[in-house]
C-alpha cells in the first residue's frame, strides 16, 4: 500500500489532526464525497428520478462490489440504511412464535441485547448467552450444549464488540449452526472494512454491516447479506414495500428473487452512490493489505499503551484494530482532555454500552482508540507519547 497516496485521499487530515475514531465513524476518501456532491448536484437540475436513470448502470455496481468484498454473489446483497436496519430486517423475517429461543453472546453489541430483550418481553421469546472460557474467546462446547437443550430459532454472534477489541470466533460457531441447521446472524459492523469477511468461510444465513465505520463510506449506508438457502425458501422482512415483491393480485404478491426484497424503495441515491465508491476503494486497497496492516498497527499502539502504564481491556487470543484503555486507577477524563487538546480524535464507551463485559472487568468505561490503514506508525508514536505525559 502506498500511504503517502492514501494519505493525499483524504482531505480531513489536511488540519493535522490524529484520526483515531475508525471504529465510530471514519474519515471518508475524497471520491467517496465527491461522487456524493455531483450526484447531489443531478439531483438538483434533472430531479431525483431522472438523477437515478441517468446512473442506474453504476448504481447497480453496489451489489457486484460488495459480493467481491464478503465472497458471495451479487444476488445475495441488499443495500441497508444502517447496521441495525439491516439487522432489523433479517430479525423480521424470522416468524418468532412464544417460547421460541435465542442464543447470542455476553459480548454482543447493545442494540442487540436490547432488541432480544425486547422480543423476550413482547414475543416470550427465551434468550441465553454462551459463556466465555477464561482466556474470554467464546465457549463453543457451552455453545453446542445450549443448541442442543433448547433448539434455538436463531445464533446470533456480533464478529467485534464495539466495546472491545476481541474478535469473536464466527467460522467455529458457524460451523455449529450449519452441524444442527440453525439460522446463524452476523453482526459484522465492526469487521467489515478492517478485516476480511468472507461469509463462505463463516457459513452464516445474515450478515450485517455499515458504511460508516471501517468501510470508511457516508452516514446512512449500510448492507445486509442473504443466503442462497433462505432466499429459496422465501425468507422476506415482515414489511414489505414494492422494492420486494410483485402486486400480482389483489391479496397476493411475488416475492422477488434476490436479496433486494429486504430494500425499501426510497433511499437516498447519493449516499449509495458514496458508498459504492467506498467499497471499490477497499477493495481496490485489498482487504488482505488492509487486515496485516490494521494488525500491526493496533499491536504497537496496544504494546505501547502498557509500556506506558495503562490499563489495556482488549482480552481474547484474537484482537482487531479497537483499542481500549484507561488509566490504573480507572480515570478517563485527563485522558480525554490531554487528547483533546492535541487533536486526537477517540471515543469513550461507558458501562451503560457494554454492561455483561464491563461488570466482569469491574470497570465504568474505556477510551478507545481505533487505527486503520491510512494511520501511520509515527502517528502512534506521537499519540503514545502524549498520553505518556499524564
Known sequence: M???KLRADIRGLEDGKIFLNNAGSSLMPKIVVDSMTEYSHQEELYGGYEAAHINAHMLEQFYDETAKLINCKSSNIAFATSATDAYAKALSSIIFKEGDCIITTADDYISNQIVFISLQKNLKVKVFRTKNLPDNEL?????????????????AVTHIPTNSGLIQDVEAVGKICRQYDILYLVDACQSVGQMVV???KIGCDFLTATGRKFMRG???TGFLYVSDRLLEQSYAPLLLDMRGAHWSE????ELFQTAKRFEHWEISYASLLGFIEAVKYANAVGMKNIEEYNRKLSEKLRAD???NGFQTWDIGNHLSSIVTFCSQDGDLENIQKVLKKNNVFFSVTY?????IDFTKKNIDGIVRLSPHYYNTSKEVETVSGILKSI
Open 2 to 4: 502506498d500511504i503517502n
Open 139 to 155: 465457549d463453543l462446547e457451552d455453545m453446542e450444549n445450549l443448541i442442543r437443550e433448547h433448539h434455538p430459532k436463531l445464533v
Open 198 to 200: 468472507d461469509v463462505q
Open 218 to 220: 457516508p452516514r446512512g
Open 250 to 253: 389483489y391479496d397476493d404478491y
Open 305 to 307: 499503551l502498557q509500556d
Open 351 to 355: 458501562k451503560n454500552s457494554a454492561l
